[in-house]
T-cell receptor, first 113, second 113 residues
């Protein structure tokens, strides 16, 4: 069964600190992997997208990595800000059939002053 | 450029009633996707419309249905509402050939009492 698992489920860090969120997937065949940021009660906003041939992608203070061999991805946030408080969702595209998106349950990040 | 819009923002219904949620896509987008996000859970794929036709549906009962209009806007209808239908309903749209570049709307919060 195609799955996307994220860890930790939730995380609390202090403003200015760095953190890393994990995503493991079993989706095959795999097309690409995307990280979304979702503020509470709002729709997700795309942060990065990577194909199987890419192993890192940055967007400002956000850096995503991908290891297609081990089927693992991480999202690293540098010098966190209060506005980084949100859920971060890992989404993998299942390239079989209807090219369906498989969503992880997300990591809820809280940045405290 | 206007983003994906959804209405209403909030909707309160009682068990057994019907709910209608609406979504307007970004100009040029022909595909509309509906997702359900129950509190604390990941996004679950509901329906995919393209060019006025239902292309795929997730593992939801038939009382979840919808349609897409000639202007590519879409409606999601939920009949015989149950308490567990309470969730954030997100609409995403994309170009037909770029299904994995979905842009999300702000969502409709449905509460069933």
């Amino acid at each position: 069964k195609n799955q996307v698992e994220q860890s930790p489920q939730s995380l609390i860090i202090l403003e200015g600190k760095n953190c890393t969120l994990q995503c493991n997937y079993t989706v095959s065949p795999f097309s690409n992997l995307r990280w979304y940021k979702q503020d509470t009660g709002r729709g997700p906003v795309s942060l990065t997208i990577m194909t199987f041939s890419e192993n890192t992608k940055s967007n400002g203070r956000y850096t995503a990595t991908l290891d297609a061999d081990t089927k693992q991805s991480s999202l690293h946030i540098t010098a966190s800000q209060l506005s980084d408080s949100a859920s971060y969702i890992c989404v993998v595209t299942d390239a079989g059939g209807y090219n369906k998106l498989i969503f992880g349950a997300g990591t809820r990040l809280a940045v405290h002053p | 450029e206007a983003g994906v819009t959804q209405s209403p923002t909030h909707l309160i219904k009682t068990r057994g009633q019907q709910a209608t949620l609406r979504c307007s896509p970004i100009s040029g987008h022909t595909s509309v996707y509906w997702y359900q996000q129950a509190l604390g859970l990941g996004l679950q794929f509901l329906l995919w419309y393209d060019e006025g036709e239902e292309r795929n549906r997730g593992n939801f009962p038939p009382r979840f249905s919808g349609r897409q209009f000639p202007n590519y806007s879409s409606e999601l209808n939920v009949n015989a509402l149950e308490l567990e239908d309470s969730a954030l309903y997100l609409c995403a749209t994309s170009h037909r050939d770029f299904y994995n570049e979905q842009f999300f709307g702000p969502g409709t919060r449905l509460t069933v009492l």
